[in-house]
């Protein structure tokens, strides 16, 4: 198997051949962030957004950004030049750095930028024609879910009791509102009308559901960017998730509940092709 392209502080090498210190704030705190874009044929998706979106998660937890944004996207375009692959999944993560363990920050460190060009996952055809399974979870993370961070505890048990379940994803519910997946946003159509939570400090402002929200306006679909009631969910006509390594996906149960007729619905069909067709 072809090694996987990596970069870890200044040096690009194989991934197998990356290696950090046991003391580095990443492994002892999780303290730290990142960003995973999708490269369709060679080409960055939405790399100024996702650029954007890193440095603003490395200003909310104080770490100074070791590149400038031309820096970043050299470092991304030697990544997809150095892939035998043509569409990848780009994983970058910077750390608050080495230092001995200490919750304070440490007076002079240097933040750990680690990344790897993966092969994008295929999305099984299956998830297109018949649409995926949900769960719904109580959503116990901290308040800042709109900070790319490391630190996922709650969201892999989230998503782990979605797969215990059979299911492709958890959604997270806090005070009765249906908020975003485990790693992906939610859209819900009731009524003709499309709705997502709104950008606030429970969700991660996803780069695709920006996408999705733009490709909405172009279709001439209504849509409003507010709270989803958990109840909503049962009755909805169709319910999607999205995310950079999901796209779009049309979701036919949700706690073991058929949603409407049980088949991807005609909202999601248009916004998927047209999306087909944008993302390149
Ligand atoms: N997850 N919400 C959460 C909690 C996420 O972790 C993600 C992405 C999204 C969707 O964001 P975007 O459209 O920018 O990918 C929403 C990535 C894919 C991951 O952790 O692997």
Known sequence: MASIP?????????LDECRVSVLDRGFIYG???????PVYKNNAFYLTQHLERLQRSMGEIKVDSPYDNSEWQALINNLIQQSEHDDLAIYIQITRGVAPRDHVFPSATQATVFAMANPLPIIPSEYLENGVELITSNDIRWQRCDIKAISLLANILAKQEAAEASAVEAIMIRDD???EGSASNLFLVRDEVVYTHPKDNLILPGITRDF?????EELGI???QQ???????YSADELWITSSSKEVLAATKIDQKIVADGKPGEVWRKT?????QRKM
């Open 177 to 179: 509102y249906a908020l």
């Open 31 to 37: 303290d730290g962030v990142y960003e995973l874009l």
């Open 212 to 216: 999705v929200l733009e490709l909405l």
């Open 272 to 276: 998927y092709n047209l999306y087909q």
């Open 227 to 233: 709270r989803i009631p958990k109840e909503w969910l």
């Open 6 to 14: 990596a970069f870890l502080n200044g040096e690009y090498l194989p």
């Open 222 to 224: 209504e849509c409003k």
